[in-house]
């Protein structure tokens, strides 16, 4: 009985140039089409987050506005409602300094109260929200609190 000696030929074994940059091509473009796919998510989650923030200043202020008596809101020597007191950035709206970092960053909320006549019945005040979202521009929200006395 004869054997036959088996021999591997070296070039064989391993990948080709060729397998290798079609394998590279096929993930590149694996890749790009999960990162298309990523992007309107992460912009959709920012936008979120944003008016998140923009609401729950909003909601502080409002809850403010009726919490306080008419005295205290149209105060002439400091009231809530005076134009000294107003715009409002982020943290301050919440009894805080902002540091110079927030007062900055046109991504954080504006929050600026108007009202017409303080010694009207009922008394009109407007809260306005403004920022400069990341992936949508400038975006303003209103509110009317109506107060009477």
Do not use: C, H
């Not at 054997?3 to 070296?10: G, K, P, R, Y």
């Not at 140039?17 to 796919?37: C, D, F, P």
């Not at 992007?39 to 729950?56: D, G, K």
């Amino acid at each position: 009985m004869q054997t036959e000696n088996l021999s591997f030929d070296d070039s064989s074994a391993g990948f080709t140039l060729l397998e290798v940059l079609i394998s590279i091509a096929i993930l590149a473009v694996v890749g790009l089409a999960s990162a298309m796919v990523m992007i309107p998510v992460v912009q959709a989650q920012n936008e979120s987050r944003e008016f998140t923030q923009a609401t729950a200043m909003s909601r502080a202020v409002l809850e403010e506005l009726y919490s306080r008596s008419l005295e205290d809101l149209t105060n002439p020597d400091d009231g809530y409602l005076l134009a000294a007191n107003w715009p409002k950035k982020g943290d301050q709206i919440y009894g805080e300094t902002p540091p110079l970092s927030e007062l900055n960053d046109p991504t954080i909320p504006t929050v600026s109260v108007s009202t017409g006549n303080l010694d009207a019945d009922p008394i009109e005040i407007l809260v306005t929200i403004t920022w400069t979202g990341r992936d949508s521009g400038l975006i303003t929200k209103e509110f009317w609190v109506v107060r009477t006395r």
